[in-house]
């Protein structure tokens, strides 16, 4: 065994005379023939005799201590994007033919012997140009089959797929109590179905980008979704498939090109790093002068088969759900990281240090639900909500930031956009896979799921799934309009700039809206799951159109929202007009058309630093999520209210002046939360259209 850098002998040293047992095995089993194990455990051999296998076949490295990740320059050398080529066009076109892995490396093989130069240098520009095809960023949704206990719940399958169209058909309860059904459509990169075999998640996924990391790119492969939707499931599969597509490269066209496969397992829980692969010892992050993010401590080691990184892989995962502080509920608080570095030295030899060249990232993220637990009881249990909630959101805007090639990258936002910050920068892929259950019980998860992914391909400039949608159909969740709205605003604010304010704070906002305290959070009211969104939303719509008094709980949510004079001016005056009919729409848009809009150059003006400023983003976006669950909540509270008046307006005898009194305040608090949130949300939106604005202008 041969070992460079640090060498410490682990904890499991049985498990590394096993494991050189197992692979003499393969080398005795395979002879003069490179042997490959696919996902079945079935070997599969290759025609040629691989040098390098054997040479490295004892290898395996620990590497301990500092592990930097960023201070090696990635570097790709010409020879090796020859051959690079050479297997991309052979591998797809023979993939596309229908060979099998045993065809494959047995017709690749000879078809590699045979290229000439000029054939070469044609598969060079052909690839060059596939590899630019590979998307920059990918959003896919699988969807796992309904389990035993959905199944004795008789819990429906709600979710409808055809080809890479999704609709949720969420069962609904009008005021009456009579039932209806809701759909909501999505259109994403790929849907892969119940009946997708992981084989098939991976071809859909990692398997196009595993050849671009030997071409200096970082690509990252994200599993979103609530508990128990199959994150893991459909996670662990991938990094030993894609450990055997990058030894085979490693081993046959780039044999002997001095590429060494190092791995490494990580875990990120309450905002803390934790070795998978090492006990779970606590790791620290550090930032050292040139901003370069280093893991003190992580345990990196050298790979040369796949079998011992199957070994690896399992020893991570069961660490992550036996660990110390305990069993699944952990597991899904936990953000686990998996990566697969691919180095070379600079003379291809191992005299010198290695660089990195390419890197692939495996990410099982925490449960998408725990980020709503930020109202629960337990202190311990909001902060970690609150860390993953960040962290989830500091994801969606990195990943934005990149698909719009923006130059600064927000990934201070949270601990695991900064851990990632190296797959976040240069030329790097992001795959995220979004995990859905198709139960009726679970819809509004799965809603909150399909959302986010909406949304992180939805705010891409090479975006085309609305596009792709009929006309005629409602392209988007028929609930949350995101996009039009924005555009809407925008278009208002332009129009009309007729407030201006004398004092203004570092965003360029009036200075009164910066003291704007966040809603008040009624935290032992709030469930710690996200309830009933969709049936505010609905009896929203149904008002919308009716304006009443406001009552004076409604004022005095006013006052906390913070609104300028003017606003309060206008509020008054609406609040004056009882019996107007005036809309809450159209209200809210005379509100908001006297607030100044701030163009980028005010930013720039008044030293905006993007990394505080998401900081302060993130923590808006949470304040208004906060305030929409409030929302639907007193939402539903008014709703029993009506229910009850009803009850009431159908015994005999009622008085009529009460049903009307009663149900004259119902409509007003209803007009007023919706106004408040429509405030509330229409700030944000211009927050982050300014934020926007001033990132892609260049800073
Ligand atoms: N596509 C699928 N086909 C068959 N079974 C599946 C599929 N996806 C998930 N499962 C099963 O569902 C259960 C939950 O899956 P899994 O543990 O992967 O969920 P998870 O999203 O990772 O949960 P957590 O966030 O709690 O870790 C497991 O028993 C798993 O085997």
């Not at 051999?45 to 395996?60: A, I, Q, Y």
């Not at 609530?226 to 055997?244: C, E």
């Not at 009881?377 to 930031?401: M, P, Y």
Request: proline residues 3%.
């Amino acid at each position: 065994m041969s070992v460079v850098g640090k060498r410490q002998m682990p904890r499991f040293s049985s498990t590394v005379h096993h494991q050189r047992q197992s692979s003499d095995n393969v080398i005795l089993d395979s002879s003069s023939h490179g042997r490959w194990f696919n996902s079945s455990g079935f070997a599969q051999e290759f025609g040629t005799r691989s040098s390098s296998l054997r040479k490295n076949d004892d290898d395996r490295v620990w590497t301990s201590g500092l592990l930097d990740l960023h201070s090696f320059d990635t570097e790709l050398l010409p020879e090796m994007y020859d051959a690079h080529n050479d297997y991309l066009s052979n591998h797809t076109l023979l993939r596309g033919q229908g060979f099998d892995e045993f065809e494959l490396g047995n017709k690749f093989a000879q078809s590699s012997r045979s290229l000439t130069d000029s054939n070469l240098i044609k598969s060079v520009t052909t690839d060059k140009e596939r590899a630019n095809n590979v998307a920059k960023i990918k959003v896919v949704v699988r969807k796992r089959p309904l389990n035993k206990k959905e199944i004795a719940k008789k819990e429906e399958d709600i979710i409808t797929i055809d080809s890479n169209f999704l609709t949720v058909h969420e069962r609904k309860l009008k005021v009456d109590l009579t039932e209806y059904v809701e759909k909501h459509e999505f259109v994403f990169d790929a849907v892969l179905k119940e009946d997708v075999s992981n084989d098939e998640v991976y071809a859909e996924t990692v398997e196009p980008v595993v050849p671009l990391i030997f071409q200096r790119t970082k690509a990252t492969c994200f599993a979103y979704g609530q508990t128990g939707s199959g994150k893991t499931y459909t996670m662990q599969p991938l990094p030993l498939k894609a450990s055997q597509d990058i030894l085979r490269l490693m081993h046959h066209t780039y044999r002997n090109q001095g590429f060494q496969l190092f791995v490494s397992f990580f875990e990120i829980y309450g905002g803390k790093l934790f070795d998978l692969l090492n006990d779970r010892k606590k790791l620290c992050m550090r930032e050292d002068g040139k901003q370069q993010v280093c893991i003190v401590g992580l345990q990196e080691y050298r790979v040369s088969k796949v079998e011992t990184i199957k070994e690896f892989i399992e020893r991570g995962n069961a660490t992550r759900s036996t660990g110390t502080t305990g069993a699944n509920e952990e597991s899904s608080r936990s953000h686990a990281i998996l990566q697969l570095c691919i180095k070379r030295s600079a003379d291809g030899t191992e005299s010198k240090p290695a660089r990195i060249v390419g890197k692939l990232s495996f990410i099982d993220l925490a449960g998408s639900e725990r980020g709503a637990d930020t109202t629960d009881n337990d202190k311990q249990t909001r902060i970690e909500g609150a860390e993953i909630n960040k962290s989830l959101l500091a994801l969606k805007e990195c990943i934005r930031a990149l698909d719009n090639d923006q130059g600064h990258i927000p990934f201070r936002g949270s601990k695991l956009t900064e851990v990632l910050r190296d797959s976040f920068v240069g030329d790097s892929r992001t795959v995220m896979i979004s995990c859905i259950s198709p139960s009726s019980g679970s819809s509004e998860h799965t809603l909150n799921t399909l959302r986010y992914a909406d949304r992180v391909k939805g705010l891409s400039k090479g975006n085309s799934s609305r596009r792709d949608l009929p006309s005629s159909s409602n392209p988007r969740d028929s609930t949350v309009l995101p996009g039009p709205s924005v555009v809407s605003h925008e278009a208002t604010f332009e129009d009309e700039t007729t407030y201006v304010s004398s004092e203004r704070n570092r965003f360029g906002w009036p200075k009164q809206l910066e003291r704007e305290p966040s809603p008040p959070n009624n935290v032992d009211r709030v469930p710690s799951t996200r309830m009933g969104g969709n049936l505010a939303s609905s009896y929203s719509d149904s008002q919308k159109g009716q304006r009443g008094s406001q009552s004076d709980r409604a004022g005095n949510e006013f006052d906390y929202l913070g609104l300028t004079n003017e606003q309060d001016r206008m509020r008054k005056t609406s609040k004056r007009a009882d019996n107007n009919q005036l809309s809450a729409v159209e209200e809210k848009r005379k509100i908001e058309s006297r607030i100044k809009h701030v163009d980028a150059s005010h930013f720039a003006a008044n030293h905006f630093d993007p990394d505080d400023d998401l900081n302060a983003l993130l923590k808006e976006e949470e304040d208004l999520v906060t305030a929409h669950r409030r929302q639907v909540e007193e939402t539903i509270d008014i709703v029993r209210e009506e229910m009850n008046l009803l009850v009431e307006a159908d015994q005999p005898g009622n008085q009529l002046d009460d049903y009307i009194s009663k149900l004259n305040t119902i409509l007003s608090q209803k007009a007023a939360g919706i106004f408040q949130l429509q405030t509330q949300l229409a700030q944000f939106q211009r927050r982050l259209n300014e934020y926007n604005v001033f990132i892609s202008s260049g800073n």
